[in-house]
């Protein structure tokens, strides 16, 4: 199955994404198997997929979960690091939202 977030192709069995951790699909509430997104019914066993929090689990869906950032994102920040020149914000002072604001 392959993500709708970053096209990674991942393992039939996986729920969640190799790559970036974004569900594979709809969660069963009740017996767990990964349906489609475009699914309305579970293909074991029967459920409605009625979208809840707890299908569709996300970073972006839950208020106040820290972001994860992307493998280019943390190259490109690790770059910024080593980049700062005297007199800027070190790595100690840069804050969660000085960094957020980069990727905004």
Same mark, same amino acid.
């Given at each position: 199955?392959? $993500?709708? #977030? =970053?096209?990674?192709? /991942?393992?039939?069995?996986? &729920? *969640? +994404?190799?790559? %970036? @951790?974004?569900? !594979?699909?709809?969660? $069963?509430? #009740? =017996?767990?198997?990964? /349906?489609?997104?475009?699914? &309305? *019914? +579970?293909?074991? %066993? @029967?459920?409605? !997929?009625?979208?809840?929090?707890?299908?569709?689990?996300?970073?972006?869906?839950?208020?106040?979960?820290?972001?994860?950032?992307?493998?280019?994102?943390?190259?490109?920040?690790?770059?910024?690091?080593?980049?700062?020149?005297?007199?800027?914000?070190?790595?100690?002072?840069?804050?969660?939202?000085?960094?957020?604001?980069?990727?905004?």
């Amino acid at each position: 199955m392959d $993500c709708i #977030r =970053c096209t990674t192709p /991942n393992d039939d069995i996986r &729920k *969640f +994404c190799r790559s %970036c @951790g974004a569900p !594979l699909g709809r969660h $069963c509430d #009740r =017996c767990g198997t990964v /349906n489609p997104y475009d699914d &309305k *019914f +579970c293909g074991t %066993c @029967g459920l409605a !997929l009625i979208p809840s929090l707890k299908s569709e689990m996300t970073p972006e869906a839950v208020p106040g979960a820290p972001r994860q950032y992307t493998a280019a994102e943390v190259d490109e920040l690790l770059l910024l690091r080593m980049r700062l020149k005297p007199g800027q914000k070190t790595a100690e002072t840069i804050s969660q939202t000085d960094i957020d604001e980069l990727f905004g």
